[in-house]
């Protein structure tokens, strides 16, 4: 089993920047792909980035890209989303998710979760 906790996530003003961590424990991290995926209140929950075991591949919804960039450190078992530009429409909670084999944007294709950490953007 795998447990993850994210951490990071705060209130922060339009066009500010913020870093999400994700940490891991109970598993061979770097044989998953981690993803990070948000809900807002009264919304499905939405993806957001993937990236491969290794790090060398990855893949975002298109209305992150160029603003959020992910990231891993599998010496330190921790997936990182940092988020620049933001928008009041990204406020959410931030969840991060792992799954073996591919990349994936699917919610149901990832077999861990945590518990998320809530991001607030004011206008």
């Known amino acids: 089993q795998v447990q993850l906790v994210e951490s990071g996530g705060g209130l922060v003003q339009a066009g500010g920047s913020l870093r999400l961590s994700c940490a891991a424990s109970?598993?061979?991290?770097?044989?998953?792909?981690m993803g990070w995926f948000r809900q807002a209140p009264g919304k499905e929950r939405e993806f957001v980035a993937t990236?491969?075991?290794?790090?060398?591949?990855?893949y975002y919804a298109d209305s992150m890209k160029g603003r959020f960039t992910i990231s891993r450190d599998n010496a330190k078992n921790t997936v990182y989303l940092q988020m620049n530009s933001l928008k009041p429409e990204d406020t959410a909670v931030y969840y991060c998710?792992?799954?073996?084999?591919?990349?994936?944007?699917?919610?149901?294709?990832?077999?861990?979760w945590g518990q998320g950490t809530q991001v607030t953007v004011s206008s």
């Open positions: 990236i491969s075991w290794s790090g060398g591949g990855t």
């Open positions: 998710a792992a799954r073996r084999s591919a990349l994936s944007a699917r919610a149901n294709m990832y077999d861990y």
């Open positions: 109970g598993g061979t991290f770097s044989n998953y792909v």
